[in-house]
Nanobody
């Protein structure tokens, strides 16, 4: 059974950092593109960043460019999102997702496997 397990969220002060992890199992992680989304209560889930499977191209939402970094370690079947210089508006539940092709997309419909979400709270 394919599974993604996200972790690393927490409470941090503005300006602080967190590293989110997403451990994959049950499928060939190397062949899958990955992405991170966030969702605020009452709002739609939005793509934050994505990393294609083969080309290793990366894309970021404008709001996080220069502050967040997406990466992956295929030897550990794990994707990461490094969050630096966090702002209160980054507060959300963060989800990782995977798609079985070499895609660079932050669209929800691209992804078929989803993690359970990890909450990030940034205090001012």
């Amino acid at each position: 059974e394919a599974q993604l397990v996200a972790s690393g969220g927490g409470l941090v002060q503005a300006g602080g950092s967190l590293t989110l992890s997403c451990v994959a199992s049950g499928f060939t992680f190397d062949d899958y593109s990955i992405a991170w989304f966030h969702q605020v209560v009452g709002k739609e889930r939005e793509g934050v960043s994505c990393l294609s499977a083969i080309d290793r191209d990366k894309d970021y939402a404008d709001a996080v460019k220069g502050r967040f970094t997406i990466s992956r370690d295929n030897t550990k079947n794990t994707g990461y999102l490094q969050l630096n210089n966090l702002k209160p508006e980054d507060t959300a539940v963060y989800y990782c997702a995977s798609a079985p092709y070499n895609s660079l997309s932050r669209a929800i419909g691209t992804y078929n496997y989803w993690g359970q979400g990890t909450r990030v709270t940034v205090s001012s």
